[in-house]
């Protein structure tokens, strides 16, 4: 008995090799037991443009993943937040935790200081990952180097992703049923000073600063007892704000089958999340809980008009709601109150019932969710598209053609009320012992009526037509397939000076000898309307070839090798228009000026005056990539792959400030002069076999990519160490701390730091070049750049014994630097800020000058310490376990039910983290919405 498996390969992390990519299996009965060998005869693997390749013609590096490998937890919102660890060069980046929100993707890493983001089409047509459902994906390729990249020309230098959804099958009706519920809690939260140890806190700063004290014995003392809590309150705002577990729940259709003539697929799917704000009664009769509810719903559609003539039908989209407060409130307001409003500041409502607040902290942040209105925004997504594919074969054999149209339109509607609210501030009344006796109120701000909002926030359409044509013959044991496409697509976006229309000509000629030997030569025509004349086109070539070694007679017969393979590409793709924030750098532009004083009434009239020059040669920029790569199978249980890749990236935009003297009054222009190069390996590994009745695999995946800028219009520096040409791109510059002042005597007898007036405590620098000064000119390259990392790796195991199965999916990154800059937790008191027990703990003082690692407290602001240094740097690497996944499937005794198979489950994601970084998750450094570690337990049914 034979069935066929596309599986992808983890790989294996860290210091070893190791990640998975996608490979076909064919499991075969050998000896009592399944083995399991490479697999290469089906023409399934997409390339682009809906061309597809078997594994054993594949010359370029392509990963594979099946939607069936994605994690179970249907209640991910974002598919692409399944995507962690997948596949060996894409590196997925968890961002902050409020839904729908994406992740930063890269593939190898960061090949430009523009924009960096991957190019993502569903179906062959562009289209965000957060419109898409888990449920509908079948299968998605990840694009890495030339010979894919170079159909997309100008837009594939960053990589491409393709979400293949699914389709009907020549089958009975399968239905499945599945429902997830899902329970959330914040990963990590910092915690901050309670009331008395705040005073004390911000007395000891006072101090530090030669300033008197703020707080009094008898106030501290009146904090900590609790014995007046409205004079001396000590509240946990993250407590009174935030419930301690959010819920989130997915309920699935699906419909798949079909017969000679037509297959269908279709499903129905929906998603609701109720945030983790705590639901405080108030006065309101609005709700601002943070509720996000999504609907998708898809149907694709194949039928067979006549034997030669195939008809394909796309229709998908989704509908969104979403409740939250007053759209001027987002959720980093909301945690930016809870973290920089101190315990002892106010409490949460007076004796009056009255919110509580001061004139120097407006913001109570129960209040900020409660009392300032709602929104609800909405939005609206569907697609549409069509292929008709008539064969040809009567005609010439071999040869089809096929015409595609595809148009897509998202819209995104707000409305909700707003108000503004009334705080009132106590006052202690003291006697001339200085004891309170006696408290003043005074009321801050207005009460004001719900006022209506309403309106279009954004607009997104996306009109595409396709005509290509397919030639594919054998001629013995030789194979030709050949291809030629003409793409115009255009994106619209709501705004002025926000359409694109581009055209692509593409061919694609593919040739196989013995089944041994391949040659892929692809080359594009490709450009956008928003470049200028002259410059909007461009010509993309790329070439590959690949040999199947161990088809070769000496190594046919290898009792230990299933699979050898080795592949070399080169080829040019581009990072064009469509990936700039702005489409208008050649020209120059003009923005508000000064104005003039009119006589016979004194009426001023503002004028005008030039903002920005022109580019003298604004141009897309290209990419030149080298990929060799190897793909092994032994033992018909491991799969490993690898691959060695250079690029290089020409004609980037950067800045030309350097180059211009701050004389000529205007801003600079923009110039396409920036030259990147990137180069890296990526490895897989995967192991599967099986012990008795336990069938299990482990694998994993390792990358590492390094940039280095060759070119940014660099302005002058006077020493070599300050350049930011020969460094990677985002590499972190600061001063080196060497430690912190102890007294006067070692201030006086320093280098001056000309950061303004430095006490005991403070930080002490290196001088880098030894002029007896520290300033500007003694910032040197630290750690790692902040926005990626060098070093993506990722470790996966699954077992199945008897329907009882385990999974587990290991993720982590290397080589990046986090820069600490938190206001109250990393940077506190300074501006009125909260103080974190991270901080408080570590702080220099006299008692603690030996073991501390932060410099003293201070409540002004402290240029010297908070300039960009070496304390403030962490390492941003860490591992996390992304994925454990346990279940059990009901044996196949189900018919009395009509059921084919039932399965239960239960996972976690996000389950623990191994990090440098123990007060924040080192994926998110900010007061905002925190990332959320879940809980799901989920049933799924096929009828």
Known sequence: ?????????????????????????????????????????????????????????????????????????????????????QSAGLQVLQNAGEPPVSPTIFIRGQGTFGNNSPLVLVDGFEQPFDALSIEEIENISVLKDAPTLAMYGQRGANGVVLVTTKRGKKQALEVEVSFEQ??????????????????????????????????????????????????????????????????????????????????????????????????????????????????????????????????????????????????????????????????????????????????????????????????RPNEREVSFGGTLRQSLDKLIEGLNVEASIR???????????????????LFPVRNN?????????????????????????????????????????????????????????????????NTYHGQNVMTNLHYGIS??????LTASYNGYNVLPAGERFGFFPAVSVAWMLSDEDFLRNSEFLDWLKIRASWGMSGNGADRLPNNNYYESTYGGGSGYWFRNGNNFRSG??????????????????????????????????????????????????GGYSQVLGINPPMTSSGIVNNKGIETSLHWRDAIGNVNYNI???????????????????????????????????????????????????????????????????????????????????????????????????????????ISALLQGTGNQTAFLNTSSVFWPLTNNNNISEYYYDRRWTNETMENATLPRLTTEDNANNFQSNSIWLRSKSYAKLRNLEISYTLPNSLDSWNMKSLQIYLSGRNLFSIDNIPIMDPEQLSASYPLLRSYQLGLEMKF
């Not at 601002?288 to 003539?309: C, E, P």
């Open 407 to 425: 148009y897509n339109n998202n819209s995104r509607f707000d409305e909700g009320q707003s108000r503004n609210y009334t705080y009132q501030s």
């Open 515 to 520: 089944e041994k030997y391949f040659i892929n």
């Open 182 to 375: 899902s329970f959330t809690q914040p990963i990590v939260t910092p915690n901050f000073l309670q009331a008395s140890t705040y005073a004390q806190a911000v007395n000891e700063a006072l101090q530090n600063d030669g300033l008197s004290s703020r707080y009094t014995t008898g106030d501290i003392e009146a904090y900590e007892s609790g014995s007046s809590p409205y004079l001396y309150p000590n509240v946990d705002w993250a407590d009174e704000t935030l419930r301690d577990l959010a819920t989130r729940s997915n309920l699935n259709f699906s419909f798949k089958g079909g017969g000679e003539i037509a297959r269908y697929f279709a499903m129905v799917n929906y998603v609701r999340d109720v945030g983790i704000y705590r639901e405080i009664s108030a006065a309101e009769d609005y709700d601002t809980q943070l509720k996000y509810g999504k609907f998708n719903f898809r149907s694709n559609l194949d039928i067979d008009i006549t034997s030669d003539l195939l008809l394909k039908i796309n229709v998908g989209g989704n509908l969104m709601e979403k409740n939250a407060p007053d759209r001027g409130i987002s959720s980093n307001n909301i945690f930016g109150a809870i973290y920089s409003i101190p315990s002892a500041a106010f409490p949460v409502r007076t004796p009056d019932g009255n919110l509580g607040g001061t004139p120097i902290y407006g913001n109570n942040p129960v209040a900020t969710l409660t009392s300032t209105g709602y929104s």
């Open 433 to 497: 012992n200085g004891d309170v006796v006696d408290y003043t109120t005074t009321e801050y701000g207005q009460d004001t009526d719900l006022n209506f909002f309403g309106g279009l926030d954004s607009q997104r359409t996306y009109f595409d037509i396709v005509g290509k044509m397919n030639y594919e013959r054998n001629f013995g044991n030789n194979e030709l397939k050949g291809t030629v496409l003409f793409h115009q697509n255009s994106r619209s976006l709501r705004g002025q000076n």
């Open 699 to 805: 694998g994993g995946n390792f990358s590492f990519t390094r940039n280095k800028i060759e070119e940014i219009n660099e302005q002058y520096r006077p020493y070599d160490y300050l350049q930011r040409t020969g460094k990677r791109v985002g590499q972190f510059f600061g001063l080196e701390a060497i430690g912190f002042f102890e007294d006067q005597n070692e201030i006086d007898n320093s280098p001056s730091q000309s950061f303004g007036e430095v006490k005991p405590g403070d930080i002490r620098y290196r001088d880098q070049n030894g002029d007896n000064v520290i300033n500007e000119f003694d910032e040197v390259s630290l750690g790692y750049a902040g926005g990626y990392p060098e070093i993506y790796f990722s470790f996966s195991f699954g077992a199945e014994y008897k329907g009882f199965g």
């Open 1 to 85: 008995m034979i069935r066929i498996i596309l599986k992808k390969c983890l790989s294996l992390g860290l210091l070893l090799i190791w990640l998975f990519t996608s490979y076909n299996t064919i499991a075969q009965q050998h000896d009592g037991r399944e083995e399991y060998i490479l697999y290469a005869d089906t023409s399934d693997i997409h390339i682009g443009y809906e061309l597809k390749r078997s594994l054993k013609e594949l010359t370029g590096a392509v990963d594979v993943i099946e939607g069936s490998n994605l994690p179970k937890s249907r209640t991910i919102i974002n598919p692409a937040n399944s995507l962690y660890g």
């Open 608 to 657: 005008n005056e030039e903002d920005r020059l022109g580019s003298p040669n604004f141009t897309y920029a290209t990419s030149q990539t080298t990929n060799i790569g190897v793909d092994v199978a032994l033992f018909n249980k491991l799969n490993f792959s690898s691959d060695l890749f250079y690029s290089r990236r020409d004609n980037i935009l950067s800045g030309t400030g």
